[in-house]
């Protein structure tokens, strides 16, 4: 009981002290208000386009070319119209399949990368994973004609096109370098004592990855899946490359042909951007707490 009276009165003693050193010091308040300013300064610059595109979406022609903030009526069948108008039936449909072939190939390909970068031992192992990240300092559009050769080539020796079908819009974003590096990061902070516990038990390499890594990974793969699902849902330039019909193009390129289709149409066109970043949103909105954890947890540890 002694013991427990002088710890609790020795953490009432350190709280104090700390309380003290911060009346003390007026400049750690000032410092923490000024950076929670700049933080919902920054919230509100990034909050005001979305809020200003769902405002317009929701008026009437008149209301959006008037410079109003709010409409008086919401007019939801402005999302109706643009469904209609711009077919998105079809393009979303597109970006539904591309967007799930993507995930479920970079789930596979990036993890078991990720995991022998981790914890196999092989030649050139550090020099393949190093020019691995020198990827990273790519810009997109260097790539694009390596690519598009090399799926043309592909496309004419398989029993599959590339070109206008789904593996040409796919297969080339199935290992990204960063999706491999974060699960990568994360891997090794794994504690290798579960390794020879799962050697004991006779478990090899895959069924340690499937049965152990992966089920601790959640928080990071999650993480993939959001940045994923992003990048292949707003891809636009790639799909125009090796696409010429709309049979296979995502819902970018049908809010891009809407676009122009619907002229002075502005309460239209906002409305079909809403369209198109609705399923990101509602993706983050359910995935928010675990992309945080993911973030929080990996990549800190090389």
């Avoid at 427990?4 to 923490?32: C, D, M, W, Y």
């Avoid at 369209?275 to 675990?290: D, E, K, N, S, W």
């Amino acid at each position: 009981m002694a013991s427990q009276l002088s710890a609790s009165s020795n953490s009432v003693t350190q709280a104090q002290s700390v309380t003290a050193r911060k009346e003390n010091n007026p400049g750690i308040a000032i410092g923490n208000a000024l950076i929670y300013i700049v933080l919902v300064f920054g919230a509100i610059l990034a909050l005001i386009p979305f809020v200003y595109t769902v405002s317009v979406s929701l008026m009437n022609l008149t209301e959006a070319t008037g410079g109003r903030l709010l409409p008086s009526t919401p007019q939801w069948g402005n999302y109706l119209d643009a469904w209609q108008d711009a077919n998105f039936a079809l393009y979303i449909g597109n970006s539904i399949k591309i967007t799930l072939i993507t995930l479920v190939g970079e789930m596979i390909f990036c993890t078991l990368a990720a995991y022998a970068f981790a914890r196999m031992e092989f030649p050139g192992k550090t020099f393949l994973f190093n020019l691995l990240l020198a990827t990273l300092m790519l810009p997109e559009a260097v790539v694009w004609i390596p690519n598009y050769i090399t799926v043309s080539w592909l496309g004419r020796i398989g029993p599959l096109p590339w070109l206008n079908n789904w593996p040409a819009l796919t297969i080339p974003f199935m290992a990204g370098a960063f999706a491999i590096f974060l699960l990568r990061q994360f891997f090794q902070q794994i504690p290798k004592e579960l390794w020879d516990s799962a050697q004991i038990d006779g478990a090899g390499h895959l069924r340690y990855l499937i049965r152990i890594m992966v089920p601790l990974s959640k928080a990071p793969i999650m993480t993939v899946v959001l940045f994923s699902f992003i990048g292949s849902w707003n891809s636009l330039a790639w799909p125009i490359l090796v696409t010429t019909t709309p049979d296979w193009r995502p819902v970018s390129y049908g809010l891009l042909s809407f676009l122009d289709e619907a002229g002075a149409l502005f309460h239209l066109q906002m409305a079909g951007a809403v369209i198109t970043m609705a399923p990101v949103l509602l993706l983050y909105f359910f995935t928010q707490r675990t992309f945080i954890e993911g973030i929080a947890t990996s990549g800190l540890k090389g």
